[in-house]
């Protein structure tokens, strides 16, 4: 297993060193502005939405290049920011498209501080 490690790392820093031609960049363009602390982006199955988590507990929809003006889910209450704390991702369920269900990781209100996986469901 330690040489499959090595091997990898190896790899890793190989690939870091090799020069990129600038055909091959990736261009760095600006999508959105009205983001606060966002932390984390995904997007269930077959959507082409982007879901843009914000450490602050509002989780929203990047279309296109519009952010949608509404929050697609606003758990700030509910969110501790302490620290590293805070809303950190969402994961999306493989039937998400019929079940709607979706799950969330975040720091909790509240003392201890907790962290706290939890599923909802989308309208």
Do not use: C
Request: aromatic content about 8%; overall charge positive.
């Amino acid at each position: 297993m330690l040489r499959s490690l090595l091997k990898m790392l190896r790899l890793a820093v190989l690939l870091a060193t090799v020069p990129v031609a600038a055909s091959h960049a990736v261009p760095v363009v600006r999508i959105a502005s009205m983001l606060t602390q966002p932390i984390y982006v995904a997007s269930p199955p077959g959507d082409e939405r982007l879901f843009v988590v914000e450490r602050g507990g509002t989780v929203r929809i990047l279309q296109g290049e519009q952010v949608l003006p509404t929050a697609f889910l606003d758990i700030s209450d509910r969110v501790d920011q302490q620290g590293e704390g805070g809303l950190m991702s969402i994961a999306f369920a493989p039937d998400y498209a019929s079940s709607r269900a979706f799950y969330l990781f975040y720091t909790t209100t509240g003392n201890p501080l907790t962290t706290r996986i939890s599923r909802f469901r989308a309208n």
